[in-house]
């Protein structure tokens, strides 16, 4: 596997699993509806900036996702780690604005309570078939 079919797995999954490191240092995982972009490294997902995650990113922007495709008789998953960005620049979060979004962002992509992660992949480890290869992304 591959960085470049990592991203076309990890395009394909309808959730991600997101990791941040809470105040007492302990990992805390989350399960958030699926990329809305993908760009070169850059994984980019929308959520509240009220919310903890968003603190903890704050705080400590070392993170981890986790895409995985359980079949019949295969089970496929990818752990990503790299480092989340809190961004709530205007242009950031135009780019991956989608009209249904107003349901939880009533006043718009200019909503204060809105903000893109943006996750930087670093490294991945990729499972199949009782077998892992490492991951280094560039």
């Not at 903890?56 to 019949?72: D, E, P, S, T």
């Not at 242009?91 to 249904?100: C, F, L, S, V």
Request: include cysteine.
């Amino acid at each position: 596997m591959d960085q470049e079919n990592i991203i076309k797995f990890i395009s394909k999954q309808k959730t991600a699993l997101i990791a941040s490191v809470n105040e007492q240092g302990y990992p805390v995982v989350r399960a958030m509806l699926s990329p809305r972009k993908i760009q070169g490294n850059n994984v980019f997902f929308s959520t509240n900036t009220s919310s903890k995650k968003v603190k903890q990113y704050l705080a400590n922007n070392k993170a981890c996702i986790y895409f995985y495709k359980r079949g019949k008789f295969k089970y496929r998953g990818v752990t990503i780690t790299g480092d989340m960005e809190v961004c709530t620049d205007q242009p950031t979060k135009d780019m991956i604005w989608r009209i249904g979004d107003r349901l939880f962002y009533k006043q718009g992509v200019t909503d204060p309570d809105y903000c893109v992660l943006k996750f930087r992949c670093v490294s991945a480890e990729y499972y199949c078939d009782f077998k892992t290869e490492s991951i280094e992304f560039h």
